[in-house]
Each structure stands twice: as structure tokens, then as C-alpha cells.
């Protein structure tokens, strides 16, 4: 498995985990308005994940 690398300086990890964070919960907005989609249960399961390796890769200091 390969090791993270350190995140170059003009890239924050926190910021790109707070910009996953909204979008998630925009579609979980939206899914509670127009009901159960496949497409938007498959959107925020994807964001789920990448907020999860986020978490991960910065040891959790998000």
C-alpha cells in the first residue's frame, strides 16, 4: 500500500474535506426533497468515501 505524501503548501486538505462536507450535505438536502434516487444515493455514498480517505490521509485533522 503506498504511503500518503506529505500535502504540498497550496494544497489544504481541511478546505477540500469542508468543500466535500457541503456538497454532501446539499445532497442529502436534495435527496430528502425529491425522495430516494439511485444516482444521488451513489453521489453521497462517493463523498462519503472521500471525506473518509480525507480523514485518513491527514490523520484525522480535518
Same mark, same amino acid.
Given at each position: 500500500m503506498p504511503t500518503p505524501?506529505?500535502?504540498k503548501p497550496a494544497q489544504d486538505p481541511a478546505?477540500?474535506?469542508?468543500?466535500v462536507a457541503?456538497?454532501?450535505q446539499l445532497l442529502k438536502?436534495?435527496?430528502q426533497k425529491v425522495g =430516494?434516487?439511485?444516482?444521488?444515493?451513489e453521489a453521497i455514498t462517493?463523498?462519503?468515501m472521500a471525506l =473518509?480517505?480525507?480523514a485518513i490521509q491527514t490523520g484525522g485533522l480535518l
Open positions: 505524501s506529505e500535502p478546505q477540500a474535506a469542508e468543500h457541503n456538497a454532501h438536502e436534495l435527496q =430516494n434516487h439511485p444516482e444521488l444515493g462517493k463523498l462519503e =473518509n480517505i480525507l
